[in-house]
């Protein structure tokens, strides 16, 4: 079953005089599981399709739906809760609270969920041991790499139970090892803990992992390819 | 187990806003400390008013007619010799049933012009017992010649320094003192100069003759007064506490009050020195609120910079699920601590600077230049010593917090106010 449908999503933004079409009647559904890239040069409209589908922005028309909450007719709190219990957001850099510590950045949207103290902490720390940050747990962001910083994020991230965790080109500040670290793990966690990711990437590396590659052009997209369909189709 | 909305426990939040305020520890301790600085100026400037009023009123007080005063209705209003209380054996016996946490004097005012072989000025005759009196010991420590007057004394009179000067008179000088009468004659009294004194008052040294209740008593005898009921012009009652001067009055106005005896206190009796008060005070508020504009100011911008500061951050907390009810009630909080912290510290600092002015006093004769402090008819002590009633505490800390509070409030609305998608463009 699908999770995520999008249905004619237009986004028109007006300067002036001057409309400019950042997203043209977007049509795309995502099942659940996938590990799924947007890609496209600047300007495309990856940034803005995944705020539109994360409810951080609303579309000029069409509609979204998400697990069968249509995301278009919620009110500006209803997105804030929809956002809290049912995604999880990866985002370029400044992904963490300055004055938290790891383990308290992972937390927080679990406080936010009103879940029990112990639960959180525990899965809090399951999670930070799943991305390999157990020792440097009680760290805050300033005393830990971009690297280590992208990783709570994940960690973060799923440790909220979301639905769909939407990522922001989250390797484009790390250099190449600790990119491809945080994208095996991103890879490994999808498959174990069964969560649909969309990125929005420019890097090949992404690219390489993904799935699913949605390409952008001037905000059309201009193809979909299931990655392990295409190579199989096109081995020999 | 999710909850359907979002829930930000109020110790989370209190932690939050904690540990954001230390961000920038510099940038806070110098805003505290800045605040701390102004609410120490706010408390030393309030609790030297404070002390310098009382000073005056106290003595005000003492020189004048006491916390209550009983007197005949009307006089206050024109006063005049042929005004008195007829009655005084009656009303004293009143006054003592009542027990008054105090002591009641017995009083005797006239106009009088006062003659010597050289001149004549006009003067005010107090007739009053020179042995218990509360004037016996802010006046008596003040004579620069001769003697004090003595109990029965019928024509013993200590006159000020001006006066002296004025009446050409010394020691042993005879002085006629000549007083109208109603009906229209005049009476006058032989006196002689027993002291001079000078009090650095010149409401006082100029104009004041001071007298044995026994040579007034002679002038209202000349006015139709029966000396066996000893007729007076007052009764001044001084209590040990002023501050149940309220109880006291309507105590002694339930017992003697009538058409012909009015009880007044002394804010009645002596209305330009409270209006005096009132202003001065007020000018002290001016400055306080001069003090505080800064104190909001400085508490804005450090809020507000770390508001402008964390638009991404804010970006962040809205996309993760931070309701902006939860975000204003965050940089809120924020200011609630501060506003906090430089309660504490400014009362550190001005409870510092006050509890050193209350013990140590500052010399303001010597301030003042010539030595002396007199002013509205009255005078401060030399040296003044910072009062701060608890009145007061409340009021200011109150004032403080609720300008340091207030100041955040344009933070935390602003901050509410962050659109995920716009603060994470920044």
Known sequence: MALLTLKGIDKVYRQGELEVHALQSIDLTVEEGEFAALVGPSGSGKTTLLNIIGGLDSPSHGSIQLNSTEITTLKESQLSDFRLLELGFVFQAYNLVPVLSALENVELVMVLQGRHVGERRERAVHYLKLVGLEKVMHRRPSALSGGQQQRVAVARALAAEPRLVLADEPTANLDSENATALLDIMHKLSHEEKTTFIFSTHDVRVMERAERIITLRDGAIVSDENVERHQREHAV | ?426
């Not at chain 2, 009983?70 to 049933?97: C, F, I, M, S, T």
């Not at chain 2, 504009?293 to 699920?321: D, H, P, Q, W, Y």
């Not at chain 2, 608890?390 to 109150?398: H, M």
Request: proline residues 3%; charged residues 20%; negative net charge.
């Open chain 2, 1 to 426: 187990m999710k909850a359907q909305h979002s829930h930000l426990p109020f110790a989370i939040l209190l932690m939050l806003a904690w540990r954001n305020i230390w961000r920038h520890r510099r940038r806070t301790l110098i805003t505290l400390t800045s605040i701390a600085a102004g609410f120490a100026l706010s408390v030393l400037m309030i609790g030297l008013g404070d002390g310098s009023h009382n000073s005056m009123i106290r003595n005000a007080i003492k020189l004048g007619e006491g916390h209550i005063t009983v007197q005949p209705r009307g006089y206050l209003e024109a006063p005049a010799n042929h005004k008195y209380l007829a009655d005084g054996k009656v009303l004293q016996k009143k006054l003592d049933a009542l027990n008054v946490a105090g002591s009641a004097e017995s009083r005797i005012t006239l106009q009088v012009l006062a003659s010597t072989a050289n001149n004549s000025v006009g003067a005010g005759l107090e007739g009053f017992d020179p042995e218990h009196d509360q004037r016996v010991a802010m006046l008596q420590p003040q004579l620069v010649d001769g003697e004090w007057l003595t109990t029965g004394d019928a024509r013993g009179i200590v006159i000020g320094d001006g006066m002296a000067s004025k009446l050409k008179a010394k020691i042993g000088s005879k002085v006629v003192l000549m007083a109208g009468k109603q009906g229209g004659d005049s009476q006058a009294q032989l006196a002689r100069v027993r002291g001079i004194f000078d009090s650095k008052v010149d409401e006082l040294d100029d104009y004041l003759i001071l007298s044995d209740l026994a040579l007034a008593q002679r002038f209202l005898e000349g006015e139709g007064a029966d000396l066996a009921q000893v007729p007076l012009t007052r009764f001044a009652i001084f209590l040990d506490d002023p501050d149940s001067m309220a109880h006291w009055k309507a105590q002694v106005k339930s017992s003697l009050e009538n058409d012909q005896v009015v009880v007044m206190d002394w804010e009645e009796m002596m209305p330009q020195l409270v209006q005096f008060v009132f202003v001065d005070d007020a000018g002290n508020y001016i400055f306080l609120v001069l003090i505080l504009i800064m104190v909001v100011f400085g508490i804005l911008n450090t809020v507000l910079m770390s508001v402008l500061e964390r638009t991404r951050e804010f970006g962040l907390l809205r996309a993760l699920g931070l309701s902006r009810y939860q975000l204003l009630m965050l940089v809120f909080c924020e200011s609630l601590l501060l506003s906090l912290l430089a309660v504490t510290i400014g009362w550190i600092a001005g409870g510092g600077t006050h509890w050193w002015f209350a013990t140590h006093g500052i010399d303001m004769a010597a301030l003042m230049g010539n030595g002396s402090t007199a002013m509205m008819g009255t005078f401060m002590d030399p040296v003044i010593y910072t009062e701060l009633s608890s009145d007061r505490v409340v009021q200011l800390t109150g004032i403080i917090f609720i300008a340091t509070l207030g100041s955040g409030i344009y933070p935390a609305i602003k901050a509410s106010r962050v659109t995920p998608v716009e603060a994470l463009r920044t």
